[in-house]
Antibody, heavy 123, light 106 residues
Framework: EVQLLESGGGLVQPGGSLRLSCTAS????????MSWVRQAPGKGLEWVSG????????YYVDSVKGRFTISRDNSKNTLYLQMNSLRAEDTALYYC????????????????WGQGTMVTVSS | DIQMTQSPSSLSASVGDRVTITCQAS??????LNWYQQKPGKAPKLLIY???NLETGVPSRFSGSGSGTDFTFTISSLQPEDIATYYC????????FGGGTKVEIK
């Protein structure tokens, strides 16, 4: 069964850091680009960052550039999101999602989603 | 950035009704448009990709059409299990989502 499982969320103070992880199973992880998509409480979906299958190409939404870093370890079938200088507006449920088509980052539909990990930024 | 304007933001319809949601892009996005369904407390689910292609396993009452800047998502006969919020998403540029349409039963 194709599955994504996120972890690493929690409560953090403004200015703090967190690292999210997403472990994949049931497909050849290195063949597919991956993304992080977030959803603030009661709000819509926002794409945050994407990474190619090899890890060599990354993209970010403007609001997180310079603060968040996406990476992957294909030997461990795991996607990461390092989040630094966190702000209250980063509070959201963070989903990892698999690109449907292939290894090019942020270039298609997201056909598999995890259940999400909640990040709360508050003092 | 490409902005996606989805309408209506919510709607109420009866079981068996035809439901239509529109999504307008701020720039020409060709057919690089996907539709998702999100039920309360659940992750989004891909329904339609590349504007009109039905994802495997998705019931045929769901359909999509459009190209360029104007797109339509249709449920031909609303079922109780279709209660959800629906989102469009473009990928002509870095991905952006529409604001969502909450579908309820009248």
């Amino acid at each position: 069964e194709v599955q994504l499982l996120e972890s690493g969320g929690g409560l953090v103070q403004p200015g703090g850091s967190l690292r999210l992880s997403c472990t994949a199973s049931g497909f050849t992880f290195s063949t597919y680009a991956m993304s992080w998509v977030r959803q603030a409480p009661g709000k819509g979906l926002e794409w945050v960052s994407g990474i190619s299958g090899s890890g060599g190409t990354t993209y970010y939404v403007d609001s997180v550039k310079g603060r968040f870093t996406i990476s992957r370890d294909n030997s461990k079938n795991t996607l990461y999101l390092q989040m630094n200088s966190l702000r209250a507006e980063d509070t959201a449920l963070y989903y990892c999602a698999k690109d449907k088509l292939g290894s090019v980052a942020a270039d298609g539909a997201f056909d598999i989603w995890g259940q999400g990990t909640m990040v709360t930024v508050s003092s | 950035d490409i902005q996606m304007t989805q309408s209506p933001s919510s709607l109420s319809a009866s079981v068996g009704d035809r439901v239509t949601i529109t999504c307008q892009a701020s720039h020409d996005i060709n057919n690089y448009l996907n539709w998702y369904q999100q039920k309360p407390g659940k992750a989004p689910k891909l329904l339609i990709y590349d504007a009109s292609n039905l994802e495997t396993g998705v019931p045929s009452r769901f359909s999509g059409s459009g190209s360029g800047t104007d797109f339509t998502f249709t449920i031909s006969s609303l079922q109780p299990e279709d209660i959800a919020t629906y989102y469009c998403q473009q990928y002509h540029d870095l991905p952006t989502f529409g604001g969502g349409t909450k579908v309820e039963i009248k």
